[in-house]
């Protein structure tokens, strides 16, 4: 790893920290092996993926323990839930990732990430327009992929 990246892991790791101390719950190895195996994703994965991840390391972690720990990630802000369905959610790293925005295949649920200069123009200039101020957003585009298009004319 490079010496950015264990800077950028190091910053991340005490985000959580502080944000686990200010809500009087404790940073134990458990949960930092957990933010480690998120912030080394570069994909979308859900906490059944996570879990395999960190058996694969050897650790032994429960899934209880990862369901638990999931939704501090996200409220600390180094994790984004890009979706839930059926039971299933899909999450990804959001700590020192650039803002994007997603396609989703409604057949196969793959997901494609994009970014585009056009919305993130029109997102300042409704927010400009309402006097609103953003904090977040999230946007899906729903439809087929290009593999599930030729499935359906089959």
């Known amino acids: 790893m490079s010496g950015r990246a264990a800077n950028g892991l190091d910053s991340a790791e005490r985000i959580f920290r502080l944000f686990l101390r200010k809500r009087g719950l404790r940073a134990t190895p458990v949960r930092a092996a957990i933010l480690q195996a998120i912030l080394s994703r570069q994909d979308h994965f859900d906490a059944d993926e996570l879990f395999l991840d960190l ?23 180094l994790l984004n839930q890009i979706y839930s369905e ?10 020192g990732r650039e803002h994007h ?13 994009f970014k ?20 977040a957003h999230q946007v899906e585009v729903y439809g087929l992929c290009p593999d599930c298009q030729g499935k359906s004319r089959d």
């Open 101 to 113: 925005c997603h396609l989703r295949c409604l057949n196969c649920r793959r997901v494609i990430e």
């Open 55 to 77: 058996r694969r390391q050897g650790l032994s972690v429960s899934r209880a323990s990862i369901y638990r720990t999931l939704p501090l990630v996200i409220e600390a802000g």
């Open 116 to 135: 585009s200069e056009e919305m993130d123009r029109l997102e300042r200039e409704l927010a400009r327009r309402h006097g609103f101020k953003i904090t």
């Open 86 to 95: 059926d039971g299933r959610s899909l999450y990804e790293s959001s700590y």
